[in-house]
Each structure stands twice: as C-alpha cells, then as structure tokens.
C-alpha cells in the first residue's frame, strides 16, 4: 500500500507484493494459519484493491474489473460485526476486535471496491453499467454514506463528461451524500465543481471553504479554491494543508512554491515547496485517488499536461534563475519522463541547454516548439531566437572542423528563421543576431556560395573582374552590414521616444 499509493519506494514491486501476500493469505506460501478469518479476509480484500488500482493505472480496465468485482465479493460475504478478538492472531489485536475500526474499515473497503469496479467501467466506456451498479449498491443499502456518495460522484462526473443530462439529479444526490454524514469534505468539495460548472462562483468559494474546514488538505477542494481567488489569498488555506500529515497536500506546496517563486522572488524557498509537493501522492500518482478525476475537472475531456511534470517545470525554473544549470536539465528530464510538456516549458528548456552550451540539443527543443500546432506567436518569436543563437554557435563548431558546407545551411535555417518573423515587430536583439548570422559568412570559403544567388533573386552590382561566387559571397555579407545599420536605427528612435518622455 505504502509504494502503491504514497510512493515510499519502487512501485514497479507492488504488484509482486500484492501477489506474495495474496498467496500468503491463501495458504499457498505457507501462509500463517493464526492469522484469524476475518482478518485474513480484510488482508485480501486491500490486496484486490491494490491490484485493481494497479491494473486501472496501466489501463488494463478488464483485470481491474475482475479483480474490483472478487473484493466486493469477499467484503459483501463477510460480516464486519463479528468480534474474533478470541481468535489468536500475529497482528494487533486491538485493531481486529474493536467493532467501530471493523466497520470503518469494512465501510471504507466497499466503497473502494465499488468505485473501481465503476472506474473500470467508465475506462471501458460502460457508462450504463457503472450507473446501474452503483444505483443498484444505493438500493442495498440505503442509508450508507460510501453507496451514496460513490453514486453523486458518478453522476458528477458523468455531467463534467457531458454525458449526464439530468444535473440537478446530480446536484441533489450530492446534497443527500452530505447530509448523511457531515463531518466528510468530499461531498461539499464535488457541490463546489457543481456550482463552479454553472459559473456560481460565490457558491462555489462557499464549499470549497467548507470542505477545507473539515478537512484542511483536501485535494479537490483546494485546487478548486485555487482556481477562483488570487494566489496571494490562497497561502493561509495552504499553510493549514501543510500543517496535516497528509500524502496528499501537494496542491498547497505546489500554491506556495508559486507564491515564494512569482510573489516573493525567492526561489530558494519556493524549491523546497515544490520538492515536497512532487512527494505527494495528489501531485505524482493522482490516480491512486478515487476523487483523482476531479482534481483538474474542466480538463476531464482535454489532453492536458500532468500536474507533476509541470511542477518539474516550475522546480527547474528556480534552479535556472539560481544558476544551478545542470540541477535545471535534470528536472527539465524528470519532467519529460512524466508527461508531455507544453511549448513553453520546450522553450524554457531549450534556453537552458544553451547556457550549458548543449547547442544542437537546444535547437532540436525549438524545432519541435515551432512544430506544435498550439505555439503562440510570443513563443514562435522566442523558439526562433534561441535556435538562430543555437546555429550561429553550431556553425562556429563546424568552421573549427572544415565543415564548411554544414556551417552555410546552419547559417541560412538560422536566417529563415528570423527572417520568418514578422519584421515591423523586430527586436533589436533579433535584428542584431541577424547581422551576426549574414556577418559569419566572412569566414566561409567562397566556393560555399557558389548557387546561392541564383535562389535570392536579388540584384546585385555586375563587377566583371571578381567571380561570380566572390560577389556572391560580398552580397551575403553585406545583408549583415544592413541588419546592424537597421539596428543602430532602432536604438537611436529608442532613445529619442525616452527624451520626448
């Protein structure tokens, strides 16, 4: 449970200790036979647990069903009222014969139990079978707080899919869930998102207030805080979420290394704050949580970026502006071995190796920055930048090696791409670097620029006595002389638009 779920350790070997202990249980290890029934049976039924999150982790929705659908079963043939205190056993004896801890952990069993068997049916896209399931554990046991809620969370869930007509069935089934027991967050963080997706947002800061009053690191309802008042208003709820020992108060360390690192400016502090928050089960294995869905809900249908790849992101950010570049690439790595990362976090990235002079590394990063569908023109400027700096600076390599020919189309790829940028709105470090470029081509044997005036079309003065790729080599050159005279321009209007100031 512990490298399952709160990730102390390989989770890879979860698995293999699920099944070791299952076999232990069942006797066909040498299991130990003091251990008493009802014990044993508990033992197995987190142990079905556990493998069906595993299961639903890797998308194997199938297994998880079945695995889901055998735990209900032992729970549902067993009686958590049964005191077996009498019955010899190597565990702690007060935990299996106080009759409250039985049914509370029985309670909390089932409806674990039921949610993945849901979950799986969900996964397989059996949105009626779900609905008929936990309706049908409604009917068995009406009064039960687990049925009722695991059912509004449905419901919920359906409505952010759209896939849930009746919503304010949903609405009421939650209700219902928080009136049965309300000392429990969950319900009133769900009505939060219910109000929230109607754009109540007063309503919404209401339950989300209140299932932070009962539960100060609550998931849902912290990110759901987060998501409708400034950042600067949101430390105090995390400073109380950070106070819990909680395996899943990430979203607070996340929050407050956001305010140390963008408010405060101290990056020092806010590492820290985001190291813990990448510790945390809500930010690193949000599946693990029944409630997991509902932690980013209006991205439910999207193909969104992970919350621990981005707060890689945030954490490599810091190191950078610390000057600590390799600490930097290598949460820059951790987070792309997470999940996809955005366009900006390419580019940050790409910066980086840079700095470290990882040059080809760094135009690659922008390649695939100008290649996203969803580049924004600021990051379509920025990508182009570092990667035209990238080239001018592989193309210094290749001039050291005799790689001429190389050093010419680093050149040109640098050239177009800058020149591709829309050019009234140049920037003088990009009109600079662009003189740079077209300047370099001094160092290059004229023979490189034998057919390249034939391709720019334009004319040039005729002067018989040179050849033909000596003027074509000038007429590069003095593109440069252009761009630095363009430039100088720019600065000199900079500087007369501050005088008028």
Sequence with gaps: DLENGLLGGNTDASDQLYHHALAKLEGKDGGDTSVNDFARGSLRVQCLIGLAKQSLSSGDSEVAETQARSALDLLLSSDSTLNQGDVPTLLCSYTWCAPALNQLSHSHQLCSSRQLVAEA????????????FLTDAVKEVPGNFDAAFSLASFHLRMQCLGKESDENETRKSLLRAAKMDTSKASP?????IWYESKSD?????????K???????HPVAGRG?????????????????????S?????????????????EGDDSTAVICFQQALRCRDIQNPSSDMLGAFYRYTEMTANVYSEASMTWVEL???????????????????????????PAALCSWAQCDLDLGLYAEAAEKCDDVLACDDCSAELTRMASYIEAEALLSIARTDIQGGKNGSCRLHLVKAITRLEG???QNSTYCEIKLLGDLYSFGEALPPYVFDQMSSSDGDEQDADSSLPAEVEDKLSFIRKGEEAYAQALELVAKIDDEEEDK
């Design 316 to 342: 490599a950010a810091c190191y950078r502006r610390m000057g600590k570049y390799s600490a930097a690439l290598r949460a820059y790595e951790e987070a792309a071995s997470t999940g996809t990362l955005p």
């Design 247 to 263: 395996p899943v108060n990430g979203w607070a360390w996340q929050a407050l290394g956001q305010s140390k690192a963008v408010n």
């Design 421 to 423: 940028l829309r050019p």
């Design 201 to 209: 947002a007063k309503r919404a800061e209401g339950c989300y207030q």
């Design 188 to 192: 009133f963080a769900l009505l939060g």
């Design 225 to 245: 805080l987060q998501r409708l008042i400034e950042l600067k208003d949101l430390v105090p709820h995390c400073k109380k979420a950070i106070e819990q020992n």
């Design 121 to 132: 049916c969900i996964q397989s896209s059996r949105f009626d079978d779900a609905r008929s």
């Design 211 to 217: 299932a932070l009053s009962l539960d100060a690191s």
